[in-house]
């Protein structure tokens, strides 16, 4: 087993994503034994999902294709790949998240003596607190780049009209990536006057929230255009070809579609859905709203997680360059 070569930083990327269908390491997690009491460890299926992704990528990376290498692996190949993490341009919250379920894999394979030392325990991790500006959040975008993310989707077609419905959701709602694989038809709607969308969040509940008009614009006329747009128990979004109301997009699907549109707006960077999340959160402080309406808004189950976004745009507003003049 070699450490990972950092240099092919677009598969890596992939990798992250979900993009690359590495049967391979998820062969070898099936095959750890007790890997399903580790994972049922997590009461949640989007944090199983992610830790189980995780620690797939660093099997991918380093070339892992046995349960035995896994138990053999050692601090050097953790350190490897938390560089190649970072030349991929992942956050400091993104590797650290990656770097705990890797450690919280060890630890549980120590426990039960079939590794005997966890490897990532000495790895120094980055800091997601607040010490530093916006650390440990996910980059916003300009009103600018969001603009051209929006109108970039060709609406001449029913993919186009779908993906600007998608982006729309993301950028006015602060959705997380996959909560919309799980929008019906029958969760957009109206109360009154406004439109509304019932998001199902994290611990499966049910988040109705008052939409943009523009976003209920967009994905009217991407319903409209559907065969399933007037079936309530629809998934909203999905497969353009190949597609029934049983397969809504999958989160691979989302990053790859995201991703796409941010490089069409000019976006050089590694962009990901949760970016959307950061920058509708930062808009919103930026237009005046209360954290606690922000909080209800985007399902934030504490305050102080909704104004940890808030923290880059009071450090700017405070800079004391901009209160002086010559």
């Not at 995780?54 to 892992?64: P, R």
Request: hydrophobic residues 35%; proline residues 4%; glycine residues 6%.
């Amino acid at each position: 087993m070699e450490n990972p070569e950092p240099d092919d930083v677009k598969t890596l990327i992939d990798i992250e994503k979900g993009e690359l269908a590495d049967h391979t390491a998820f062969d070898v997690l099936s095959n750890i034994r007790s890997e399903n009491v580790w994972l049922a460890n997590f009461s949640s299926e989007n944090t199983r999902d992610a830790y189980q992704r995780s620690v797939a990528s660093f099997i991918t990376t380093l070339g892992i294709t046995t349960p035995d290498d896994l138990y053999s692996v050692k601090q050097a190949h953790v350190l490897a790949w938390r560089a190649s993490l970072e030349k991929a341009g992942l956050s400091q919250a993104s590797i650290a998240n990656r770097l705990s379920a890797l450690s919280s894999l060890y630890k549980h394979l120590t426990d039960h003596q079939l590794t005997t030392s966890n490897p990532v325990a000495g790895v120094k991790r980055p800091k997601t607190g607040n010490a530093g500006i916006g650390s440990g959040k996910s980059p916003s975008l300009s009103k600018r780049q969001v603009r051209l993310m929006l109108d970039s989707p060709n609406t001449d077609t029913l993919q186009g009209l779908r993906d600007r419905a998608l982006l729309h959701v993301y950028f006015y709602v602060g959705a997380r990536c996959s909560e919309p694989a799980l929008l019906k038809v029958k969760d957009f709607g109206y109360d009154a006057e406004f439109p509304i969308l019932a998001l199902t969040i994290k611990g499966k509940k049910t988040n109705t929230v008052a939409i943009n008009l523009e976003c209920a614009k967009a994905l009217r006329e991407y319903l409209d255009a559907t065969n399933h747009g007037f079936d309530p128990d629809a998934y909203i979004f999905q497969p353009v070809k190949n597609g029934n109301p049983d397969t809504p997009l999958s989160r691979a699907q989302f990053y790859k579609l995201f991703n796409r549109y941010a490089r069409m707006a000019g976006i050089e960077s590694a962009a990901f859905p949760h970016m959307a999340r950061a920058t509708m959160i930062t808009a919103a402080f930026e237009a005046g709203c209360a954290g606690e309406d922000i909080q209800r808004t985007v399902g934030h189950s504490s305050i102080t997680t909704t104004e940890g976004y808030n923290h880059t745009a009071q450090k700017h507003r405070q800079s004391a360059s901009l209160k002086i003049g010559y």
